[in-house]
């Protein structure tokens, strides 16, 4: 890769000194974490053993030989737990260990005592069980089971708050935690294979059920502060708080309330952990996970990003319009927004800033396009998968209803960038900076396993054959390439997505535990009621509440979490409004996406932000301001069902020009560029009237709508000769 992409150079005359072409490499290499250990030697070949293990494991079951369900889940979600804590450290390193850190270490081998005697016991209450008892003595599942495992576990998790140690070591209180997940997980799995399954949620649910659940329970939320940070875990908390507090609570807040027993048996069945959020995680993402663990162990990352650089580069402004393209091709293949600026941003955004862009805007724009990465069909990174688990409709359906929504949000960021270009004057990369499209496209046969799994889904294969088939097809298409799959290779990517994996399974566990409180508590039901009493006043009203409540739920959470949380409590409101079920999970789903742009906690742009080195804050109002038409999206297809291919064709025609004319008339207006020519007040105001006119879809309205854009083009016009009368 060409040195252009470390530049630092803001100044927008400035150019670029002949080079070789820009090709982009190491886009598919894996991000390191602050707080991920590095291991060398022997303990590096064990964890990638494991992570093996763990991505080969699910392969096996889904497509070979399944497992009970449950049993299943619960393996899927300690395997995570058992990765995370070997490989993500509680908090940062050192490399002189302290006299305190020695003394934790003491204190970590005292906790392994009662973690190792409860995971013991989930052996002998096996064998109790499967001997022919009907239950297991209480003294068992409290004095010799449950109590060492919280008390090991609240040592663990504070130990691991405390212990520092080198960046290629492992600490004893990570060690703690891991045992403490096998002791609960191991306990489900002896009683949901049992006839006390049947008890969970009643008065006769086994205790040790609810200390197996509290533990666990800890045990995730400690994982997903780890590799996601505090905003869900506290969000989760505060969930949790009301299961308690709800009694207490005035107005439509409050509940009869719910025992610790009761909520806490029910809590980590398919009612909350093991439901929805965790059924999706265990087979569609697992799987996309490991597809896109294939296609970058292949470089199809790398070849993506050269692409969009050749097709898009020597426009004005060419390395923000690469972004937008390379962005939505890689957000086909990443489930995280943050994770799509990480992947590309490293190198647009230099680029970006290079040409003339801003350290804020070079930042706002990849943040604005990798988050749009999350809306584009076929994958949308797991969304999509949790939108079908949840509501029934198919995955095809979904995903064919996602394509005008995408493309609309596309062309929104790419007017945006395009406006800014022409009016700061920008000028796009030389011809000899670029790769050759003509040698890129004689490896387009990279986008097979893509098209194959899009054409495999479409024949009516289920989502695990056609991602599998995909998977393989990955693999053999890389052998077509230079960066060939050998066994190694194929070891590596398994590797790879077993590490992958880690986030998002935690995240979708840790969304299970508030999922669990909504169904459990009834607050979901709460809310629907508040909706539709707004509903009675206006119905737009109701709409903008949805809207806010989608986007602070989803703040600072990763989407597939942030969507699953929003559906669970807004959805369920807007169904009973009478909006279709489709509209109304598309609605929510958009602005639990666009919340990773949206001030005050926008994790996209202020992972932009570490990259480009600009104000963060800075930058996420500059990201939302340029994702401005995905806030307007989402009402769009609500006013219009056409936009969702809901429609005939002619009218989904009508919708799709009218609409793609409104968003371009809102960049105008919301840039002030018009014409090639800079606006005033008056045709901004203008401008973006039309925009809202032509975007809500009727007869009427797109009418007036071009007759308000042909007056402000008058306008606009008579403005260009008045600045170019003293010229003449």
Not at 85 to 108: D, H, I
Not at 304 to 328: D, M
Request: net charge positive; with cysteine; aromatic share 10%.
């Amino acid at each position: 890769m060409t040195q252009q992409t470390h530049s630092h150079a803001d100044d927008p005359h400035a150019t670029l000194a002949p080079t070789a072409p820009v090709m982009a490499e190491g886009v598919d290499d894996e991000p390191v974490e602050g707080n991920r250990r590095l291991y060398q030697g022997w303990r590096m070949h064990g964890m990638a053993v494991l992570a093996i293990l763990y991505s080969a494991f699910h392969l096996y079951v889904l497509n070979i030989s399944p497992m009970e369900t449950w049993s299943y889940r619960i393996v899927h979600v300690c395997g995570a737990l058992i990765l995370g804590y070997l490989l993500f450290s509680g908090r940062g390193f050192t490399e002189v260990p302290s006299t305190l850190q020695r003394w934790m270490n003491v204190a970590a081998v005292g906790a392994l005592l009662p973690a190792g005697y409860a995971l013991w016991q989930t052996v002998s209450m096996y064998l109790l069980l499967k001997g022919g008892a009907m239950r297991v003595p209480v003294e068992i599942e409290t004095l010799h089971y449950g109590w060492p495992l919280l008390a090991a576990t609240g040592v663990g998790i504070v130990l691991s708050w405390l212990h520092r140690q080198q960046r290629s070591g492992f600490n004893l209180p990570d060690l703690v935690l891991i045992v403490c997940s096998l002791a609960s997980a191991g306990y489900f799995l002896v009683i949901f294979n049992s006839p006390l399954r049947m008890s969970t949620g009643t008065p006769f649910a086994p205790i040790g059920m609810s200390f197996a659940a509290v533990a666990g329970t800890a045990l995730i939320m400690e994982m997903t502060r780890r590799v996601a940070g505090l905003a869900l875990v506290v969000i989760a908390l505060l969930f949790v708080a009301y299961v308690f507090a709800g009694p207490h609570l005035p107005s439509f807040l409050g509940y009869p309330g719910l025992s610790i027993q009761r909520f806490f048996s029910q809590v980590y069945t398919d009612i909350g952990v093991l439901g929805p959020t965790t059924a999706v995680s265990s087979t569609y993402i697992i799987l996309f996970i490991i597809f896109a663990a294939f296609l970058q162990a292949s470089k199809v990352g790398d070849y993506f990003v050269n692409f969009a650089f050749a097709c898009a580069g020597r426009s004005r402004g060419g390395p923000a319009k690469v972004s937008i393209f390379a962005s939505g091709l890689m957000g086909m293949i990443n489930g995280t927004s943050a994770g799509n600026v990480v992947s590309t941003g490293s190198l647009t955004i230099p680029l970006m800033k290079k040409v003339g862009y801003s350290k804020k805007t070079a930042g706002a724009v990849e943040a604005a396009a990798s988050t749009g990465g999350q809306i584009m069909p076929p994958i949308m990174g797991a969304g999509a998968f949790i939108m079908a688990e949840i509501t029934g409709i198919p995955y095809t359906e979904i995903a064919i209803a996602a394509v005008i929504p995408a493309i609309l949000y596309f062309a929104s960021v790419y007017f945006m960038v395009d406006l800014e270009a022409a009016k700061t004057g920008m000028r796009g990369m030389r011809k000899d900076e670029l790769p050759q499209l003509k040698a890129l496209l004689r490896q387009v046969y990279l986008f097979v396993p893509i098209l194959i799994l899009v054409v495999a889904l479409f024949l009516g294969y289920s989502v695990i054959r056609a991602g599998t088939l995909a998977t393989v097809a990955a693999a053999v298409v890389s052998w077509l390439s230079p960066n060939k799959m050998g066994l190694r290779g194929m070891l590596k990517a398994l590797e790879l997505a077993g590490i992958m994996s880690i986030q998002i399974i935690v995240v979708c566990a840790c969304a299970g535990v508030i999922v669990g409180v909504i169904a459990l508590t009834g607050v979901g039901a709460r809310f629907s009621s508040m909706l539709l009493g707004l509903a009675d006043a206006s119905q737009l009203l109701a709409l903008v509440f949805a809207m806010l409540i989608s986007i602070v739920l989803g703040m600072g959470m990763p989407t597939t979490a942030a969507y699953a949380v929003a559906a669970s409590v807004v959805a369920p409101g807007l169904i009973q409004l009478g909006i279709d079920p489709l509209t109304a999970h598309f609605f929510v789903f958009y602005f639990a996406v666009v919340s990773a742009i949206t001030p005050p906690v926008a994790l996209a742009s202020f992972a932009a932000a570490g990259i480009s080195g600009a104000n963060p804050m800075q930058t996420s109002v500059a990201s939302f301001k340029i994702g401005l038409a995905a806030f307007i999206v989402p009402f769009m297809f609500f006013y219009n069902s056409a936009l969702l291919m809901n429609d005939s064709i002619p009218a989904i025609i009508q919708a799709l020009i009218t609409a793609s004319a409104g968003v371009y008339l809102l960049s105008a207006g919301v840039q002030g560029w018009f014409m090639n020519l800079r606006t005033n007040w008056l045709v901004r105001g203008l401008l973006i009237v039309a925009a809202f006119l032509m975007i809500e879809g009727g007869g009427l309205t797109d009418l007036v709508g071009i007759a308000t854009a042909v007056l402000a083009a008058g306008l606009q016009k008579k403005l260009g000769a008045r600045q170019l009368a003293p010229a003449a």
